[in-house]
């Protein structure tokens, strides 16, 4: 079954009403009367026929006995944090954003926007985007481990956090614009409270049991005491204030004490909450800096953390000057703020233990006999156009096939069947079979990974399209991705050029490069520009040049065997 139809199914067997919806988050459907009577299993059932990528929307409110708190950021998910107790357990969902929390419905309430920081609620005349949903981008909504819908039931808002939504004082609405994360156009309607009634005549004359009731004590000391140790306060002071706001609560508390112990009992769970807040905070900060590469900014992360409060920033501060005084990172430039990663990590290299035999690749042209082939290796073989550079590819692959070593082909140029002819061309030599043994890909882009770390891996070719100079980054990335494999990497080259594209920058990384050019009437001209591994100690391969042809445009033939220029073509 669709996933998507199968949450849709459970989530309307368990009260709630479903709505299918896009991937921008509207409904597919004239939703509102859904807010009223539940769609069926019948409905849903055609409604994900219909759009069977559809998401799962849930409606908020009266009938889905359901009040959602839509928090966007870090800074909205403490802002909830500091109302639940440790102790909750609330059916929470991770968005694309942010984070949803479920409560059971608060009749009366409404949607309305930015109540506590960067936080919504969705009620009466709203929806939610439920798991397992997942955006235009393709991420995802999806519960939090220990905390899905399934396994706990909803309940009632914490009183405290009740409180701070009444007084925002949302009114319930039912508007088709309002919906679960669309929230631009809403603007709350604000209503006369108790506290703010139009002829303001009583406020004075509140008891103690209107300001503080009993029954909302545990919640107003637990939220108060967070918010004393956040600010700073000290330990006596805050002790102080509790016991104040303590005197004010109704007689009821002489039957259900509050005493010295359940004070100090708060405050040491709001340090214990705040620590574990600086805590989380500091490791994020490290985190961060331990994932970055080259300068950066404390505005970045500032940004990148979702830091907005000024005594986060205070604190993100202190661990960057921290880090700094531990030589993690140092201050770069003349500005304020600007940071560099120092990065002492060695790669130790063991060159005791290593295997000190070559690997066994075979070329064309007898290139193996001059040239030692070892791990992460880098060959390059750049060639003019029409001069032969794919035959020799596919001869390199076709003399290491089927001799334990994987061989991987990228082509960046040539379909199924054309591939498929130009193997072919071998026959009868290499039955057409045979080529079973290499790995064909078709990619232009992105080759460092795709290559096997411990094969053979042939491109052909390495496209640079504007900067040649960045031929030499593809390399480096490509090397980079190397174990026990090695690659050869064709790359296009200008009729008369020394190099191919890329100049010298094309010359950095590889251990053997080798230049194709057409040379008429007497033969295509292979060159060994350079060669770091020789074969033989008494014999230098470099600048030695070798004549060859490409017979039926795919097999390589050696005419001239490989000498100095001046034995076999004049002039050169």
Known sequence: MNNMLQAALWYQKNGFSVIPAKKDKKPFIKWQSYQETPANEVQIREWWAKWPNANVAIVTGKKSN????????????????????????????KTPKGWHYYFKHIPGSGNGVRFLDDCDVRSEGGYVIAPPSHNGSKKGYTWLEGLKISDI??????????????????NAVSNSSINSLNTSSIRPNRIATKATDSNNSNIGSNSPAEIIPCSRRDDLFFHLANYLVRGGMPNDNIRFFLQLFLNHC????????????????????????????????????????????????????????????????????????????????????????????????????????????????????????????????????AGTQNVGKTAFLLNLASLNMNRGINVRYITSEMGEQELSNRCKMFEPEIPFSFWKGVQFCDHNFGFSDKVDPDGLNIIDYLEIAKDFSEIADRMKEIYQKLEKGVAVIGIQKKYGA??????????????????????????????????????RDDRNPNHLECVFNVIKGAQIRQAISWAKPSKHLKGK
């Open 66 to 93: 359901l009040t959602v708190i839509d928090a966007d950021s870090e800074a909205g998910r403490d802002a909830v944090s500091e109302f639940l107790p440790d102790s909750a357990l609330i059916p929470t969902e």
């Open 250 to 381: 109704t007689e009821q508390s002489e039957q259900d004490p509050f005493t010295e112990r359940d004070i100090e009992a708060k405050i040491e769970s709001a340090l214990n909450r705040e620590n574990q807040r600086g805590n989380a905070t500091t490791q994020a900060i490290k985190d961060y800096v331990s994932a970055t590469n080259g300068n950066f900014s404390a505005t970045n992360l500032y940004f990148e953390q979702q830091l907005q409060h000024p005594k986060e920033k205070a604190k993100a501060r202190a661990v960057l000057s921290r880090l700094a005084a531990d030589g993690v990172i140092e201050r770069v430039g003349s500005k304020d703020g600007w940071y560099r990663k120092i990065d002492t990590a060695l790669n130790v290299m063991d060159i005791f233990k290593v295997n000190s035999d070559y690997l066994d690749i075979k070329y064309p042209l007898d290139l193996h006999e001059l040239f030692r082939t070892m791990p992460k290796n880098i060959i390059v073989v």
């Open 498 to 535: 020394e190099f191919g594209r890329g100049a010298e920058f094309s010359l950095e990384k590889p251990r053997l490069y080798v230049t194709l050019e057409a040379n008429p009437p007497e033969g295509n001209i292979a060159k060994i520009v350079k060669c770091k591994n020789w074969a």
């Open 153 to 170: 039931d909803l309940a009632p808002m914490p009183e405290m956090l009740a409180m701070v939504l009444e007084q925002a004082s949302f």
